[in-house]
């Protein structure tokens, strides 16, 4: 037998790989021994009960002695044994949970790759997690669930290919092979990082599953997609503020996102998308920016500067929102964006947008609406119109003299009067009472000198000055 020299094991031993003895294997990993199959052990049991029989000498031929009390009570917690079943009985004894951890240099072709040798029999679970990402995929190596561990850094995507994870599939058996893996917020280090990949399967599909990572395979010259980090609404909540769409319509892909700029000059947007739809919306302004599957990107007036860069990879796109309000949203149907410094950025080929002559209602949304998702309220009204805080006014002249019918917060502005817009009045915070319907809390109590109250030397004052001597009986 093999000896673990001055070691005690207590517990159970797990043998990891195989122990070998004199040429010998003795054991390999997940490998079990009855113990009739371990030599001697059945005599020197035998021999430990002769003794504890009271047959001096530790061996002799005393009859074995069960132990006494309650066996069940000691082995089992104080449970009887009808409280418990096999492990060999229960169906989760036929899944094995284990980790595997690879080092990865996060360059650009650097890759994990994930392949089965032959179709899994029964479920399993896969989660990849690099220092920035985690990835939870099924069965068939689709991903099921993102989540980004913090946000990226201002020079993240600084490169037109140093972008966020992507994924690839190759012909044949289940595979996946996931690109850029520790790369971003990190870019440019070069720096060996590990990647764990932890797995939930049935133990007989063990063998049919080959964790690997590569610089150079079959799988760098596939085209690749970013993952879909939209999958998860915290992933847009490290950026801004987010809803799920079934606030406002019923399509349950959509996603309604409003961005946190931390940049007003240079404002920009990254945002990955395939053929799906995305549509920027200024909700000060009502400008807006778009993408659909029948039109490129297009913008309406007021945008014929604005420019989108253009990644030729992943769908990758950078959009120069130049002249939007911080209260901008992004509406996502399938679609991932990250605010950004655009000029950082433009590693990428330019070009300007289709000018669309078309109100934003002609594409089916509603401002107002909108704005009340985000509690933004803007109520000025000139002539009917609203008013949308950037353009110029025109007033058109003639009998009237150009004058202006608008109404500001409800206040009437003729464009000629003065006019002052109150802080909240008595009449709005007290429910419409009037001064004769109150009493104000300066003429009552200690305020107003109505609570008779002792002096230093002991006497009570009244409010009208008068005194008076409070003694015990």
Excluded at 392 to 402: L, M, R
Aim: with cysteine; net charge neutral.
């Amino acid at each position: 037998m093999a000896k673990l020299r001055d070691t005690a094991v207590k517990d159970n031993l797990n043998i990891a790989g195989s122990v070998v003895a004199g040429g010998k294997v003795l054991s390999v990993e997940g490998h079990t021994h009855t113990p009739a199959n371990i030599t001697g052990l059945d005599t020197y049991i035998n021999q430990k009960i002769q003794a504890a029989s009271g047959v001096t000498g530790g061996g002799g031929s005393g009859a074995p002695v069960a132990p006494t009390g309650d066996i069940n009570a000691k082995t089992l917690d104080g449970h009887p044994a009808s409280d418990f079943i096999l492990k060999t009985d229960s169906s989760n004894d036929r899944f094995i949970e284990f980790n595997k951890y690879l080092p990865m240099s996060n360059t650009l072709n650097d890759h994990l790759i994930i392949e089965y040798t032959d179709a899994l029999s029964s479920n399993a679970t896969f989660v990849v997690e690099d220092d920035n990402t985690i990835i939870v995929l099924d069965k068939l190596l689709n991903i099921v669930d993102i989540r980004m561990k913090r946000a990226a850094d201002l020079y993240a995507f600084w490169h037109a290919n140093s972008l966020p994870i992507t994924a690839t599939k190759a012909s044949g058996t289940t595979n996946i092979a996931l690109f850029n893996l520790n790369l971003y917020n990190t870019y440019g280090g070069n720096t060996n990082f590990i990647v764990s990949v932890r797995v939930i399967c049935d133990k007989d599909d063990f063998n049919k599953i080959k964790i690997s990572t590569s610089t150079s395979s079959k799988y760098n010259s596939l085209p690749k997609s970013v993952i879909q980090y939209e999958l998860n609404i915290n992933n847009f909540l490290l950026y801004g503020n987010a809803i799920n769409v079934n606030s406002y319509n019923s399509n349950p892909e959509l996603v309604i996102f409003k961005p946190n700029f931390k940049y007003d000059k240079d404002k920009g947007l990254l945002v990955s998308t395939a053929s799906t739809s995305v549509f920027i919306i200024d909700l000060d302004s009502g400008k807006f920016i778009g993408k659909n599957n029948n039109y490129p990107w297009f913008g309406s007036k007021g945008n014929e500067t604005n420019k989108v860069f253009n990644y030729s990879v992943n769908n990758l796109f950078l959009v120069d929102l130049t002249g939007f309000s911080n209260n901008t949203i992004v509406i996502c149907k399938k679609v991932y964006a990250i605010p950004t410094a655009f000029k950082t950025l433009n590693l990428a080929a330019p070009k300007l947008l289709n000018i669309s002559t078309s109100e934003l209602s002609a594409f089916g949304y509603d401002i107002d609406k909108l704005r009340s998702l985000f509690s933004i309220n803007n109520k000025i009204t000139i002539n009917g119109t609203k008013y949308n805080l950037s353009d110029n006014i025109a007033i058109a002249s003639g009998s009237g003299g150009g004058e202006i019918n608008c109404n500001i917060n409800g206040i009437h502005f003729d464009g000629k009067t003065d006019i002052t817009i109150p802080a909240p009045t008595n009449a709005l915070t007290l429910g419409g009472l009037d001064s004769s319907q109150y009493i104000k809390a300066t003429d009552v109590g200690n305020a107003a000198g109505k609570i008779p109250k002792f002096d230093n030397d002991g006497f009570l004052v009244y409010p009208d000055g008068s005194k008076e001597r409070i003694e015990n009986a």
